[in-house]
């Protein structure tokens, strides 16, 4: 429901502290006709809420603020009341917003004069087209090394130093990795076959079954989100033409701070 998104993007938005997008999911609620006191009412009085809708928000909160805490209590809450596709739907929706969010407030992009825009109405070519767009410019000369200022830099630490990194070998990996393979999932994981037939050919060869189960469960459960996200992901491989062992290095990073152990 286009009020329920605005809802949750604006939830989000708040625990991130990122008054930008708080902004633009506020003025996407009014444009879906909803009253801007009920936004007040998440932040006063999120007990008075109808349940459901209730453990949306926090959900939203919670995947927001710290998603490895999350239950199979709550998933299989909100299951009972939302059904699988819109639960994937509220996943990739805050996953999003959480990547939207952190750019924002990498960059500390002011809202726009008049703000905030309205959508801009567009479509994304397909993805077989891709290599017939132009990239991106970029600058012929990027600030050296050591020239940006960055006033509240903390010193590297030694080598050695942080031993919570230094905890966890390749064996004690594997172990929780084994343990983590036999826990049963929180939503179904579609057949393969039953993906395949909603996926152009030039995205998954027929002859090349996908066995990855993130994206069985996304491409099966929101095709239309999934796709889209595949197009972002390409395009910006396209434009940014990161080093792989860099870019790998930095996902590692990533997801192990938020215990994401997939």
Request: with cysteine; hydrophobic share 45%.
């Amino acid at each position: 429901d286009p009020k329920l998104r605005a809802k949750l993007r604006w939830v989000a938005a708040r625990a991130n502290r990122c008054g930008y997008s708080q902004a633009y999911a506020a003025a996407d609620f009014e444009r879906a006709g909803g009253d801007p006191a009920e936004l007040q009412q998440i932040a006063e009085r999120l007990d008075e809420l109808p349940a459901g809708e209730r453990a949306a928000l926090q959900f939203a909160r919670q995947m927001t603020v710290d998603a490895s805490a999350v239950t199979d209590e709550e998933v299989a809450r909100l299951v009972a009341i939302y059904g699988e596709r819109s639960v994937v739907a509220m996943v990739l929706e805050l996953a999003c917003a959480n990547f939207q969010d952190r750019l924002i407030l990498a960059l500390d992009l002011p809202l726009e004069e008049g703000g905030p825009l309205p959508p801009v109405a567009l479509r994304f070519p397909a993805l077989d087209k891709l290599d017939e767009i132009p990239r991106a410019g970029r600058p012929e000369e990027l600030p050296a090394a050591g020239s940006v200022s960055r006033a509240n830099e903390q010193p590297a630490a030694e080598p050695g130093e942080n031993q919570e990194w230094a905890s966890l070998d390749l064996a004690a990996l594997r172990r929780l990795l084994d343990v983590q393979r036999d826990r049963p999932g929180r939503v179904s994981v579609p057949a393969w076959e039953s993906v395949r037939e909603r996926l152009p050919p030039e995205v998954y060869p027929p002859d090349r079954p996908l066995r990855i189960k993130w994206s069985l469960v996304v491409l099966g459960h929101q095709p239309d989100m999934g796709m889209a996200w595949m197009r972002c992901l390409r395009a910006f491989g396209r434009e940014a033409d990161l080093d792989r062992v860099l870019a790998e290095s930095v996902f590692w990073v990533i997801t192990r701070t938020i215990h994401c152990f997939y």
